[in-house]
């Protein structure tokens, strides 16, 4: 048996010494012999109809090589694959209109191709898009979900019966009458998500190019899983994979925006095959802030029916989304909000319905927890309100209602398994740290003294490590989210593993070869981990998103490895002279039993393995391991978040922050606490500052850039105070969970509720987010002036 | 028309012609090769361009190559010595100050000035200081601890237990 050593130990990141010296290789670091650029014209309108494109000017300017238009790729790219849409929760689609990359008629959002110039250099090509002449009809946008939804209704595309993209009930209305009859106490509340960019730092960059001789295209991108690229592309282009690589090396971030194709990831590729030319594609802020698929943008109409004991009884919840003008490959996955909206609590039942809506706005798609955030925000703010209502604590109301640790493995209402939890361990230690009954007694003294103190809590759960094969299966279309890993162990002892997910920051290269280290019994420097390249590596790879690097991920590396060691024991038995059931191995060597003394190294074992063997051995010492975990994994928490909000500017002073997390077992405390700081700062960026702001009547993106954009910055994150628990996943063999995303589901609604509680004396039971100051101002003046006739107030 | 930039970046003479309008970030990348200076934006806001103009921090997008005629420049590239990571360097990897790493030379060399300014910072001096970068990834919890540790080890402090052995001992 080896020891571990490696897991659960604070490692130093492998990736980090070419990135802080600046040799990371992104894909704009990249360049070929001979390369050109090529810059996008796009629809300066939300909707409008193509009259006429002009290319004349801009074909003679300096340096260009060709300008194209939708006409020019119908011989190149076409196919049914070239924007997936996947089932996912919501199968039946309604309106979901075919997207091709490049706009012929009718543009549907703003930013959508019309055209694309080729030149010599990336400013002769910005220069010339200037010069197209593109002659619109402008025709009316619908921006709004509710507005989307009316009969009467502008429609996203002109050939449109309604704009209706899925309207998909899981539990009817009916199964929760009980409940809501049985209620003492029902509340009510409307949840809006506003539309948010999810701007990892560096914007999507694709260089392709084609070899026409032996029909190889190889392309560079910036994505989190290469191989559905390829699969996407592929398709498109008539490729097979065979013959379409797809490289993604260092990339500056994802957070869910680069999972799905986009219109460049054809283009580019599909003009080098024209053109015959290697070509690169470098999208500006500005163009990543309007075109990269949004997040959320979601309306919740929600309803709880309760006991005055705080008992909770049932939920009714309506998901009203912004799908955008085409549905997102993997839109519908942001319906998970409407499975998981019971979060750690018991239930007689639950309703739940999604409507979504096509509109005049880019796609939305999953960002950073995919409906996990939205099913959080539902049910905490919701169990906040019964408090509020029944005048009861609200970490009280929680600790009665939560689901218990004995009753796990637990089916969950929608009949979802949850693995593994001890949800009042986690509260119990945040309220510790955070010192919540003396946090009580002084936010009661600062009342009198018309201070506005307030204490949120969240006590979140969340489905991830996607995913069983039951369940992604038939939400791809056919493609079950396993995962791969190819060990290869080289005939001095070397070990390369190829996986097929995808780091962008996760630090996967270091915590999978710290479990390779572990498994295999060698020294994590004798191990490389590649990721990537569609061209090493096992057949398919799924990416990385979702949380399920390790998860997934994780546990084919060490299953791989596992089969290496079993062949390996074979070739050791051979050269020890022994049975094969009498070998040993221990921490990187194999002896006979009861014979520890006269071992060999996993390195001379190697050797032998590409030597003579005996008859019906094959030479050769490597192993594919593809993992399909058996169910999803279910980390949870507890966050607190103290704020104190002023009454003269409505500015939000986030006094403390207290997270305690558990993930099962940790294989790398340092990335699991890194990974719990960008997800707390994402959602509180959130609940606080960000919003994609459009003008309702022309469809214009008011913060297309990061000026109108605005972004947490050093001086606004508060200090974090980190904590954990333990509680392994039974459904894997390490007992992990996943952490990438954690942080952003928990955050958003533990600062909400904070300053929802903050407000409560002002008769103030929710606001909307982004909570800036002047929101909460207003709504802090018209309270004062609402209380007087009882009514709340809401700006 | 053209017209010619001499400079010095990272210790070395460069001399090239150069459209009038290229910024100073797109000379270094795409005419010098040195791709650590990363674009994050089109505004001026992220930072992920700031190298060191005579000294001091500058993002490199709000100036054209021209206008660095006669300037010593240093970048992500030169900061290494002879093999040795700078102290602020050093002290992002070992506090995980980074994870995509995209903003992370930007970063880096925003920090090399603030700690010249400002050996002795505060922790709100550093936020203060630092707030011209944005990072997406790391809520700059991880950041802060950086510069304060590198502030540490610049002051002549005993440093921290190095990456390289933990790399060795199998951690802490």
Same mark, same amino acid.
């Given at each position: 048996m080896s020891v571990s050593q490696m897991v659960g130990a604070k490692i130093h990141r492998r990736e980090d010494p070419r990135l802080i010296t600046g040799h990371g290789r992104y894909t704009d670091d990249l360049t070929r012999a001979g390369l050109v650029h090529l810059a996008v014209v796009r629809s300066p309108h939300a909707h409008a109809r193509i009259l006429s494109i002009g290319v004349e000017a801009a074909r003679k300017a300096? #340096? +260009?090589i060709a300008v194209f238009t939708a006409k020019d790729f119908k011989d190149v790219i076409g196919g049914p694959a070239t924007f997936p849409v996947a089932p996912v929760f919501a199968p039946i689609k309604l309106a979901n209109p075919p997207r091709y990359p490049i706009a012929a008629e009718e543009v549907c959002y703003q930013g959508e191709p019309v055209a694309v110039v080729v030149a010599e250099q990336r400013g002769q090509a910005a220069d010339a898009a200037q010069l197209v002449d593109v002659d619109y009809e402008t025709l009316p946008a619908v921006m709004d979900i509710e507005e989307a939804l009316k009969p009467g209704s502008p429609k996203a595309h002109l050939d449109q019966k309604d704009n209706i993209a899925w309207d998909t009930t899981y539990v009817p209305w009916e199964a929760t009458d009980k409940a809501f009859k049985d209620a003492e106490v029902v509340v009510k509340e409307r949840i809006l998500q506003q539309r948010l960019s999810p701007n990892p730092m560096e914007s999507r960059v694709v260089m392709a190019e084609y070899d026409p001789f032996d029909k190889r295209m190889t392309m560079w991108l910036s994505t989190q899983n290469p191989h559905w690229i390829r699969l996407f592309v592929g398709g498109a282009l008539s490729l097979g994979e065979h013959q379409l690589r797809v490289i993604s090396h260092d990339v500056g971030g994802g957070f869910g925006s680069k999972i799905s194709p986009y219109p460049e990831d054809y283009i580019v590729p599909a003009c080098a095959k024209l053109l015959e030319r290697p070509i690169k594609y470098t999208e500006t802020r500005t163009e990543a802030v309007q075109n990269?698929?949004? #997040?959320r943008g979601q309306i919740f109409d929600i309803e709880v029916a309760a006991k005055k004991d705080g008992t909770l009884l049932g939920m009714r919840l309506t998901q009203m989304l912004d799908a955008g003008a085409y549905i997102g490959t993997f839109g519908a996955f942001q319906t998970c909000a409407c499975l998981l909206a019971g979060g750690a609590y018991h239930w007689q039942a639950i309703s739940s319905r999604s409507v979504a809506v096509l509109t005049n706005k880019i796609t939305t798609d999953p960002y950073r927890g995919a409906g996990r955030p939205e099913a959080t925000h539902a049910v905490e703010r919701m169990i906040d309100l019964v408090a509020h209502e029944i005048g009861m604590d609200p970490a009280e109301l929680r600790r009665k209602n939560f689901i218990q640790k004995a009753e796990f493995p637990y089916t969950q209402n929608f009949g979802l398994t949850m693995d593994s939890g001890d949800y009042e361990k986690a509260m119990d230690k945040a309220l510790k740290i955070v010192g919540y009954e003396d946090l009580r007694k002084k936010q009661k003294e600062l009342r009198k003294q018309g201070r506005y103190l307030g204490i949120g809590l969240s006590t979140w759960i969340e489905l991830c490590g996607l995913g069983p094969g039951a369940v992604t299966g038939p939400a791809t279309g056919g493609v079950v989210l396993s995962e791969s890993a190819l060990v290869k162990i080289h005939p001095t002892g070397g070990v390369s593993i190829y996986v097929g997910t995808h780091n962008h920051g996760q630090g996967n290269d270091t915590t999978h070869a710290q479990i390779a280290a572990d498994a295999l019994g060698l020294p994590m420097e004798q191990i490389d981990i590649r990721h990537g390249d569609t061209n090493e590596g096992p057949g398919f790879g799924y990416g990385t998103y979702g949380s399920r690097s390790l998860a997934v991920g994780g546990i084919a590396i060490q299953r791989a490895s596992n089969k290496v060691i079993d062949k390996a024991k074979k070739i050791a038995a051979h050269i020890l002279e022994a049975a094969e059931e009498d070998i040993v191995f221990d921490q990187g060597k194999f002896h006979v039993k009861g014979a520890p003394d006269k071992s060999k190294a996993l390195g001379e074992v190697a050797f032998a393995a590409y030597g003579q063997l005996p008859e019906g051995m094959e030479q050769g010492l490597e192993a594919v391991a593809y993992f399909e975990p058996p169910n999803f994994v279910w980390p949870f928490g507890t966050h607190i978040c103290v704020v104190e909000v002023d009454p003269e500017t409505g500015a939000v002073d986030m006094q403390k922050y207290v997270a305690v997390d558990d993930? #099962?077992? +940790? +294989?790398n405390p340092m990335i699991v606490a890194g990974q719990l700081h960008g997800g707390i700062a994402q959602g509180i960026a959130q609940a606080l500052f960000e919003e994609m702001i459009y003008d309702e009547e022309s469809g214009q993106l008011r913060s297309a850039t990061f000026l109108d954009y605005v972004m947490l910055t050093a001086n606004e994150m508060p200090t974090l105070e980190l904590d954990s628990t333990v509680t392994p996943s039974p459904t894997n063999d390490l007992g992990v969970k996943g952490i990438g995303e954690a942080g952003t589901i928990a955050s958003t609604v533990a600062v909400i509720n904070a300053i929802c509680d903050a407000l409560s004396p002002l008769g103030i039971k929710h606001v909307d987010m982004p909570a800036t100051p002047d929101r909460l101002w207003k709504q802090m003046k018209g309270a004062s002036k609402a209380s007087s006739n009882g009514k709340e107030a809401r700006q | 028309m053209k017209h010619k930039v001499a400079t010095n970046v990272n210790g070395r003479a460069h001399e090239h012609e150069v459209e009038?309008?290229?910024l100073l970030v797109h000379y270094l990348r795409d005419t010098l090769g040195l791709t650590g200076t990363h674009i994050g934006c089109d505004t001026s806001q992220c930072g992920a361009c700031t190298i060191l103009v005579d000294g001091k921090a500058v993002k490199s997008c709000t100036m054209f190559a021209v206008q660095a005629e006669g300037r010593k420049l240093q970048t992500i590239e030169g900061l290494a010595k002879e093999g040795q990571l700078h102290p602020i360097q050093q002290a992002f990897w070992d506090e995980h100050g980074l994870q995509c790493g995209y903003c992370t030379p930007g970063f880096i060399m925003g920090s090399v000035y603030l700690l010249e300014q400002n050996p002795n910072p505060t922790e709100d001096e550093i936020r203060k200081g630092l707030e011209g970068n944005l990072c997406r990834c790391t809520g700059y919890v991880n950041i802060v601890k950086a510069v304060q540790s590198a502030a540490k080890t610049m002051a002549g402090a005993p440093a921290k237990s190095g990456s390289k052995a933990a790399l060795t001992a199998g951690g802490e």
């Open positions: 300096p #340096g +260009v990269a698929y949004a #997040g993930c #099962g077992n +940790v +294989v | 009038p309008r290229l």
